[in-house]
């Protein structure tokens, strides 16, 4: 990592310091943004660092350390200040759900990347493409939730934000110079709007796992089962519930279906450690899952013909025109807006416009396209 001519960057950790950054970026035109969770480390993944860049000075955000982060609030939903990301939608979404926070005015350098057609989409590999510098990744996957954070980590940290304006002001220009900035901006209007999950809304859900759907619906019951035991021990540990147990072990499980403790040995998934610590409470949840009764996947309603041969249609369409464009196919049309169109009961400008209403410049330039080739069919 290049940092030693970088200023150091101030770590905010208490109340009077946070307002006293809010007024300061107050004023600012433009902020570059980045956030660091703890996913690989706890149960219920949480924000636990925010990396705030103007073209002057970086800044560190520790909301392990602040009970409240509302002084950001209106820094995020100004109209009047750029926030500058790069993979923005994972960021928002979390800030989103921890923070309650709305956001307006966005600069995506990654969708930025995606909409110019860039081979490389990586911070890492754009920052060592066009300023030379290269990241650490040994802290990608490093445990942002440990306190206190070294002197490393906080470099580390600081570079994810700290290159994105100026980033920004050349894929800006491009993005002009190629006449696709009123696309990159329908984007980054699309992007405000993503929800913030609440883990309460998701139920534990065995379908998730792959190979789910080839089970039996007996073999299925003891896998909700299982995953139902994995989940409450991941709760209670604070610990993402693949560092309990893996997938392939619980599906393994659930093929086998074992009555007793040498069954259970025989599936040969599981370590001596994983045995001693889980092994009663897995086959008592084999048990459980048995006496459940058979469980079958859910099953969504067929789509009727029209709409396959219409989502079929669009799709060779949009691959043909990304490729002219030299971009990926959702670029030129996201799949939520493909699937609408493919629903439309009838086709016609009015319902093509509603569908495309918040992205006027796909509607302008591919519309009538669109229309032609739905009338065809």
Known sequence: MQTGSLKT????????????????????????????SNSLYAYQEQVCLI????PQEDFLVDPLELNDLSPLAPLFADPKIEKVFHAAEYDIVTMKRDFGFSFTNLFDTMLAARILGW?????????KAEFDVELNKRY????????????????????DS???????????????ASGRWPLALEDFRRL???????????????????????LSPEQAAVLQDLCLYRDQVARNINQPVFKVLGDRTLLAIAERMPRDWHQLE?????SQKQMQRHGESLLRSVARGLQAGPLRPPRSPRPDDQYLVRLDALRNWRKNTAQGMGVNSDVVLPRDLLQAIASLKQVDRPGLSAVLNQVPWRLEHFGEEILNL???L
């Open 374 to 376: 739905l009338k065809r």
């Open 119 to 127: 081979d490389e989409m990586g911070l890492g590999a754009i920052l």
């Open 51 to 54: 990396q705030l860049s103007t």
């Open 266 to 270: 025989k599936v040969g998934e599981l």
């Open 162 to 176: 700290h290159y994105l304006i100026p980033l920004r002001h050349r894929m800006k220009a491009e993005l002009k």
């Open 192 to 214: 405000c709007h993503i929800n913030g999950r609440d883990p309460d809304e998701a139920p534990v859900n065995c379908w998730r796992i792959s190979g789910s759907y080839d």
């Open 140 to 159: 990608q996957r490093a445990n942002w939730g440990k306190r206190p954070l070294p002197e490393d980590m906080l470099d580390y940290a600081r570079l």
């Open 9 to 36: 960057p101030l770590l905010i950790t208490r109340t009077g310091p946070l307002h006293q950054l809010a007024e300061r970026i107050a004023p600012e035109p433009i902020v570059a943004v980045d956030t660091e």
